[in-house]
């Protein structure tokens, strides 16, 4: 069974950064692509970021590009997401997403999420 | 890119179908055969149930539908049953790398 676990997510001052973890189970991590999808408080869903199997082909939403670096370890079976320069509006819920098969087939399965906060 | 446009409702009693549009534009829902959609229950993570406009993953009931027309996609649920009841979100491929999701549409059954 396809099981997604973040991690990481907490109460940060604007300006602040954080780093987000996802560990994964249940699949070969490392054949699948993987991305990044938040949800602010009560609103809807916002693509985050993507990046390929071998961590070569990173894509980001242009609300983050440059502020936000996602990457992965398929040694460890982990994905992650290095955030800074965090701001009031980044603060959602951050899931970590398996593609289906590839970019372009859907977000298959989710974890649970985490929690970034970005408030004074 | 802007979010793709969902009622903000819809409704039906059980075993009714009922139909959930999404509409954008040529550059996003028009222009590619990539949209899916996603059902969330409260409190809980998203859940693919359409891919690639029409596709269904295993496990997804075939009352489930998808469809596109133009600019529109649209999700049809077909003998709703009460757990049918979420928010249910459209997601499309909107060019240069991004993806665009709609702004949810929240689906009662009365």
């Known amino acids: 069974e396809v099981h997604l676990v973040e991690s990481g997510g907490a109460l940060v001052q604007p300006g602040g950064s954080l780093r987000l973890s996802c560990a994964a189970s249940g699949f070969i991590f490392s054949s699948y692509e993987m991305n990044w999808v938040r949800q602010a408080p009560g609103k809807g869903l916002e693509w985050v970021s993507y990046?390929?199997?071998?961590?070569?082909?990173?894509y980001y939403a242009d609300s983050v590009k440059g502020r936000f670096t996602i990457s992965r370890d398929n040694a460890k079976n982990s994905l992650y997401l290095q955030m800074n320069s965090l701001r009031a509006e980044d603060t959602a819920v951050y899931y970590c997403a398996r593609s289906y098969y590839d970019f372009w087939s859907g977000f298959r399965y989710w974890g649970q999420g985490t929690l970034v906060t970005v408030s004074s | 890119q802007s979010a793709l446009t969902q009622p903000p409702s819809a409704s039906g009693s059980p075993g009714q179908s009922v139909t959930i549009s999404c509409t954008g534009t040529?550059?996003?829902?028009?222009?590619?055969?990539?949209v899916s959609w996603y059902q969330q229950h409260p409190g809980k993570a998203p859940k693919l149930m359409i891919y690639?406009?029409?596709q269904r993953p295993s496990g997804v009931p075939d009352r489930f539908s998808g469809s596109k027309s133009g600019n529109t996609a649209s999700l049809t649920v077909s003998g709703l049953q009460t757990e049918d009841e979420a928010d249910y979100y459209c997601?499309?491929?909107?060019?240069?790398?991004?993806?665009?999701f709609g702004g949810g549409t929240k689906l009662t059954v009365l």
């Open positions: 690639e406009v029409s």
């Open positions: 990046i390929s199997t071998s961590g070569t082909t990173i």
């Open positions: 040529s550059s996003d829902v028009g222009g590619y055969k990539y």
């Open positions: 997601c499309s491929y909107a060019g240069s790398n991004n993806w665009v």
